[in-house]
């Protein structure tokens, strides 16, 4: 009899230990069930909910006790916003679903909802895509369920009959959380056009006859995409030229000539790209178009020193972006024993020009573009030569 009483009470604990689901609910503690004694002194029907699981504990004196029993249950979907409902212990741990990451609380907490995308970026839309991201977050599996209680001993004075063995816990399923973001399409943000030159020469003498118009797009990923424009150059409100746009880094070549001639002015270019929306992104640059042409020219400077550092004389200096310099030493000098020269130096480079007595001019020598200024000194000692004039003669091509 005292044994019968006994499988009652465990029966009532198991019947107890119902699973508790809820939809995006946060659940309360479960009640404790009001514990039942038998003569052998066993206490049975602990049961404790957490959120989103249940826990089942059976303790019997008889059988020992079974083990803690944890579940996790799967996502439950409320509207438009997948809310996963996850129980773990320990730290939090954070989801990456679609490119948005999201905390989800440990312990007896709930698994937050989670909702991707955001503003749409403004721009123009290209005909690449972006792909789009996928995550994917599992939180172990379901617990396995306890082992039963072991037989009852029989009484004093007799041979007992064997126990019935307690229930098994249930395994709670296992849970897990998922997302993903779907492919973006690539869109044009900005749009620049620079030109090589902020003033051509179209005269055909090899000096920036021509310019080149330069796009550079600012998209979505960072990269250069094909895509449909137009390039415009106008003359005040007159359109000189139109080139088609086929890619955001495209680069086009104008010959500086409006109608076959050169019409000096301020010229301004844009570029523009759309879509089949009628979204535009554009970019301005202006230019100045001349009629100047190089011409051969040259500059005589008078010298006093024979030693020291020197700058380049402005012409001249303009003459070296334009072109090859030469320059020309017109000395007179006296008491010159044996060879002696002037010696320019700019960096590495060294030019050597000899020194005679009486006057003297010496070859042409080509400076080097380095040469923006430059130290002179001389192989003679001092005192030994004596120069009565020193004139540089520069012989280059300059803008007229």
Known sequence: MIIRNWKRAGIGACTAAALVVGAGLAFGPAATAAPGTNPLGSTTGLVNGALGSTTTAVNGVLGGTTTAVNGVLGGTTS???????????????????GGTTVGVTTGNGLGA????GGAPVVGVQLGGTTNGATGT?????????????????????????????????????????????????????????????STVYPAKDGYRDTTSFTLNGTTTDGQQHAASGTLSLKFGSSV???????ATNQVIVWNGLKGGRIVPGAYSVTATIGDADGHQVSGT??????????????????????????RMAP???????????????????????????????????RIKVRILNGKHTSKAVTLPKSFTSYTISHTWKKGTVKIKSLKYKYAFKALK
């Open 79 to 97: 509207g438009s916003t997948t809310a996963p409902i996850i129980t773990t212990t320990g730290s939090g741990i954070d989801v990456n679903l």
């Open 315 to 349: 012409r001249p200096l303009a003459g070296l972006q334009h072109g090859k310099v030469t320059f020309k030493v017109l000395s007179v000098a006296s008491k010159v024993k044996g060879k002696q020269y002037l010696v320019f130096k700019h960096g590495s480079k």
């Open 240 to 246: 000189v030229a139109t080139w088609p746009i086929t």
């Open 113 to 116: 909802g989670v909702t991707t």
């Open 285 to 310: 640059d202006r230019l100045v178009v001349s009629t100047k042409r190089l011409a051969a020219t040259s500059q005589l400077l008078t010298s006093k020193s024979v030693s020291g550092t020197h």
């Open 137 to 197: 977050v599992e939180v172990g599996d379901g617990g396995t369920g306890g082992n039963g209680g072991t037989g009852g001993t029989g009484g004093n004075g007799g041979t007992g009959g064997n126990g019935t063995n307690g229930m098994n816990g249930t395994p709670a399923p296992g849970g897990g959380a998922s997302g993903s973001t779907p492919s973006a399409p690539v869109v044009l943000t900005a749009l620049s056009v620079v030109s090589q030159y």
